[in-house]
């Protein structure tokens, strides 16, 4: 009876939570370790399953997969070895993630070179991070620190997104000039905190 079971090969498909790779040779693909309703499996993947998937999936992704089972009579355990693999989104994840408005990417640059810092460079990324802060920019828009921009007498330099280049920029004057390049984003500090933050002029 163990034998007949042994050498039975069956199909299987389950659900449930990716929770990393095993490696061979320290970078091929071999196993896949899901989290299902009934506990933590390794599956092995084939050749194709290991070509097709890449390396796309991350740490928590929510994925089914199908494929092959067959006892082991060393070890009492399902084997299993994977033929699809599909990652899939949760319902709650579409239902949060629905109303979010993406916003693309922006970045301001920001002279790094000592000319620049020793005329208020720092001071202008740090009001910078408190302005997009206070106006939940966080996520959209980047500070990038630039090598010399061949202006150091004008410094600091900072150049915003659409390429407008400003010189000889004082930090108090940052709150208004991201409200000017980002005015579709209300700020999200309390109304009495957005007025200490409101640039003269």
Same mark, same amino acid.
């Given at each position: 009876?163990?034998?007949s =079971? ?16 095993? %490696?061979?040779? &320290?970078?091929?693909? /071999?196993?896949?370790?899901?989290a ?7 599956? /092995?993947l084939?050749k194709e399953?290991?070509?097709? %998937?890449?390396?796309?999936?991350v740490? &928590? +992704? ?6 092959r @089972? ?8 399902f084997? %299993? ?6 990652? #899939?989104?949760p ?6 993630? !629905?109303?979010?408005? /993406?916003?693309? =990417?922006e970045? #301001?640059?920001?002279?790094? @070179? ?16 408190t302005?997009l802060?206070?106006? &939940? ?5 980047t #500070?990038?620190?630039?090598?010399c921009? !061949?202006n ?10 659409? !390429?407008?280049?400003?010189? !000889? #920029?004082?930090? @108090?004057?940052i709150?208004?000039?991201? +409200?000017?390049?980002? $005015? ?5 500090? $309390?109304?009495e ?9």
């Amino acid at each position: 009876m163990a034998k007949s =079971q042994a050498n039975q090969v069956t199909a299987f498909s389950l659900e449930g939570r990716f929770l990393g790779y095993q %490696l061979e040779d &320290g970078y091929k693909i /071999k196993r896949l370790q899901l989290a299902t309703a009934d506990g933590e499996c390794s599956i /092995k993947l084939t050749k194709e399953s290991r070509t097709s %998937l890449g390396r796309v999936l991350v740490p &928590g +992704d929510w994925v089914h997969v199908s494929g092959r @089972k067959k006892f082991d009579r060393d070890t009492q355990t399902f084997k %299993l070895k994977a033929d699809f693999i599909e990652p #899939i989104v949760p319902i709650s994840t579409v239902s949060i993630a !629905k109303p979010v408005v /993406k916003k693309s =990417q922006e970045t #301001i640059l920001v002279c790094q @070179k000592s000319g620049c810092m020793k005329r208020g460079g720092r001071a202008i990324c740090q009001a910078l991070e408190t302005a997009l802060s206070d106006r &939940g920019l966080d996520d959209h828009v980047t #500070i990038k620190g630039t090598g010399c921009m !061949k202006n150091c007498s004008k410094g600091p330099n900072v150049v915003m997104p659409g !390429k407008a280049r400003y010189c !000889k #920029i004082d930090a @108090k004057e940052i709150p208004g000039l991201v +409200d000017q390049h980002f $005015p579709a984003i209300e700020p999200v500090k $309390p109304l009495e905190e957005s007025r200490k933050l409101t640039p003269v002029g």
